[in-house]
């Protein structure tokens, strides 16, 4: 009985519910507000308003009910529209651009990490990682599902900006598949690749107090990035203010431009709470603000 539970992937029945349940994520274009990729909007203007006189020349499709919060969107689903070529209102920049980041997200039968023989790591576990662990391989973690998420997140933030140094804010998937095979392969689930989950957990483990299997915080992944960026990418610098949201000029100088060096791109990642489930409205304002920067890579949370 144990080792059919065991066998049993839980996400990909989750997966197949969403696939029913969860609409794709579609753009409000009765808010007039203009969208932003991480390039001028004034890029998406044009194309916004194209969008919104075609979609008021014809009536929208009648859109599923909005899930309920806990439920993650799914935007691999092929079910929740049928039409062909649905775009869900957003202008075309926007999904070229959307289609250029790169993402990581749980994985399976990667290389086993192996378990913490410390007594403590099992209670430092999430209740259902404890009920997985007891039922699957007593000997190591060949999945992140249920705790990986926020290493998923800094994987795909640290991706995302080494490619806007190597490639170029305008790059599009496809324009140089070589560089970014190479690219990918340094997040592989391999304890070859540098950014590989094993190396985050790694680090984690041994610098952070947190065991593998355990759920990481965002201050947990900043320091794993910092650590493991560093000394692998010549071209970038990262600086992470901690559990704080203060940045001290002094501090991010020794880490942009050590003595006798030029000034290096840094990742400036800032450790901040904006609510307990939700964003709390108060920081909407500043939230969107900071991410209209340039300069901004998003968020990882």
Request: charged share 20%; glycine share 8%; with cysteine.
């Given at each position: 009985?144990?080792?059919?539970?065991?066998?049993?992937?839980?996400?990909?029945?989750?997966?197949?519910?969403?696939?029913?349940?969860?609409?794709?994520?579609?753009?409000?274009?009765?808010?007039?507000?203009?969208?932003?990729?991480?390039?001028?909007?004034?890029?998406?203007?044009?194309?916004?308003?194209?969008?919104?006189?075609?979609?008021?020349?014809?009536?929208?499709?009648?859109?599923?009910?909005?899930?309920?919060?806990?439920?993650?969107?799914?935007?691999?689903?092929?079910?929740?529209?049928?039409?062909?070529?649905?775009?869900?209102?957003?202008?075309?920049?926007?999904?070229?651009?959307?289609?250029?980041?790169?993402?990581?997200?749980?994985?399976?039968?990667?290389?086993?990490?192996?378990?913490?023989?410390d007594p403590k790591a099992?209670?430092?576990?999430?209740?259902?990682?404890?009920?997985?662990?007891?039922?699957?391989?007593?000997?190591?973690?060949?999945?992140?599902?249920?705790?990986?998420?926020?290493?998923?997140?800094?994987?795909?933030?640290?991706?995302?900006?080494?490619?806007?140094?190597?490639?170029?804010?305008?790059?599009?998937?496809?324009?140089?598949?070589?560089?970014?095979?190479?690219?990918?392969?340094?997040?592989?689930d391999d304890p070859r690749?540098?950014?590989?989950?094993?190396?985050?957990?790694?680090h984690g483990a041994s610098?952070?107090?947190?065991?593998?299997?355990?759920?990481?915080?965002?201050?947990?992944?900043?320091?794993?990035?910092?650590?493991?960026?560093?000394?692998?990418?010549?071209?970038?610098?990262?600086?992470?203010?901690?559990?704080?949201?203060?940045?001290?000029?002094?501090?991010?100088?020794?880490?942009?431009?050590?003595?006798?060096?030029?000034?290096?791109?840094?990742?400036?990642?800032?450790?901040?709470?904006?609510?307990?489930?939700?964003?709390?409205?108060?920081?909407?304002?500043?939230?969107?603000?900071?991410?209209?920067?340039?300069?901004?890579?998003?968020?990882?949370?």
């Open positions: 009985m144990e080792n059919t539970l065991a066998n049993v992937d839980l996400g990909r029945y989750r997966r197949i519910v969403q696939m029913f349940w969860d609409p794709e994520p579609t753009n409000d274009t009765t808010a007039d507000e203009p969208v932003w990729a991480k390039v001028p909007s004034s890029a998406l203007e044009d194309t916004s308003r194209d969008d919104t006189l075609k979609n008021a020349a014809s009536p929208r499709p009648d859109l599923p009910g909005t899930p309920p919060e806990s439920t993650p969107s799914s935007f691999s689903s092929s079910l929740a529209y049928e039409e062909s070529g649905h775009d869900g209102g957003w202008p075309q920049e926007f999904i070229n651009d959307f289609e250029a980041r790169f993402w990581m997200t749980y994985r399976s039968d990667f290389e086993p990490i192996q378990r913490s023989s099992t209670s430092a576990m999430s209740l259902s990682m404890r009920i997985k662990s007891q039922l699957g391989d007593q000997t190591g973690f060949s999945s992140d599902s249920g705790w990986g998420c926020m290493i998923r997140s800094g994987q795909s933030l640290l991706a995302n900006t080494i490619a806007l140094l190597r490639f170029g804010r305008e790059w599009r998937r496809g324009a140089s598949p070589q560089e970014e095979r190479q690219l990918i392969r340094m997040f592989a690749a540098p950014y590989s989950i094993h190396n985050f957990v790694k610098a952070c107090g947190k065991y593998p299997g355990e759920w990481f915080g965002p201050s947990a992944t900043a320091r794993c990035i910092q650590a493991l960026a560093n000394p692998n990418e010549p071209t970038l610098r990262v600086y992470a203010t901690g559990d704080g949201h203060d940045v001290y000029q002094d501090s991010f100088m020794k880490v942009a431009k050590p003595e006798g060096q030029d000034f290096h791109p840094t990742l400036i990642l800032v450790g901040t709470r904006l609510g307990i489930e939700k964003v709390t409205p108060v920081y909407w304002e500043a939230l969107i603000a900071s991410l209209q920067m340039r300069q901004s890579v998003g968020i990882a949370g």
